[in-house]
């Protein structure tokens, strides 16, 4: 079955513990990004990736860190979260980034203390 | 400035009855419009893709249509399945989403 995979689905954690929140597709798609979604602000993308190759800051990618070491995964890495950073957050993946739908993961449910 | 703007923010139908949700865009370059359906805590689902104004797409009750500064999405006869939020996102140099029309169908 064709999906973006993201875990964990779920995570409490507190202020300033290093956490990472992993992606993976396997739709052999080149684009990847990562959004967040908070109530009343919508969808923010905080990083995407063209390709393999190319990795770029979305709108919103203070505190955030993102690596593309293959093409199937796209790792968000929160150094040291803070409370601000308490979000829905979304995986998706496209076959390209120009014209092509993009498809999301289940979502990661954050909270920070 | 790229923006995306989607009315109205929230949407009360009985079942059976007709309705529009619009999605206002101003972007240069735009490459392509996105139709998604997101249900509560899970991730968009895409619906549509229309890529030049004039174009239109349908899925069962659903029907998208695009011209130069706004795209609509008509839903016909909605069920109480139908309720959920639905994003337009446009894409140029980059993506943008609006925040959605929170749709409610009253069995």
């Known amino acids: 079955e064709a999906q973006v995979t993201q875990n964990p689905r779920y995570l409490i954690t507190v202020t300033g513990k290093k956490l990472t929140v992993t992606c993976s597709q396997n739709?052999?798609?080149?684009?990847m990004s990562w959004y967040r979604q908070d109530p009343g602000l919508g969808l923010r993308q905080i990083y995407y990736?063209?390709?393999?190759?190319?990795?770029d800051k979305g709108d919103v990618p203070e505190g955030y860190k993102v690596s593309r070491k293959e093409k199937r995964n796209f790792p968000l890495i929160l150094e040291s979260p803070s409370p601000n950073q308490t979000s829905l957050y979304f995986c998706?993946?496209?076959?390209?980034?120009?014209?092509?739908?993009?498809?999301f993961g289940p979502g990661t449910r954050l909270t920070v203390t | 400035e790229d923006q995306v703007t989607q009315s109205p923010e929230a949407l009360r139908l009985q079942e059976g009855e007709s309705s529009s949700l619009n999605c206002s865009y101003t972007v240069s370059g735009l490459r392509g419009l996105f139709w998604y359906r997101q249900d509560p805590g899970k991730g968009p689902e895409f619906l549509f893709t229309?890529?030049?104004a004039g174009e239109e797409k349908e899925k069962e009750r659903l029907k998208a249509t695009l011209t130069k500064k706004e795209s609509f999405l008509h839903i016909t006869a909605p069920k109480p399945e139908d309720s959920a939020t639905y994003l337009c996102a446009v894409q140029a140099d980059k993506i943008i989403f609006g925040k959605g029309t929170r749709l409610h169908i009253l069995p």
């Open positions: 739709m052999n798609h080149e684009y």
């Open positions: 990736s063209m390709n393999v190759e190319v990795t």
């Open positions: 229309l890529y030049s």
């Open positions: 998706a993946s496209s076959r390209q980034f120009y014209s092509y739908e993009q498809y």
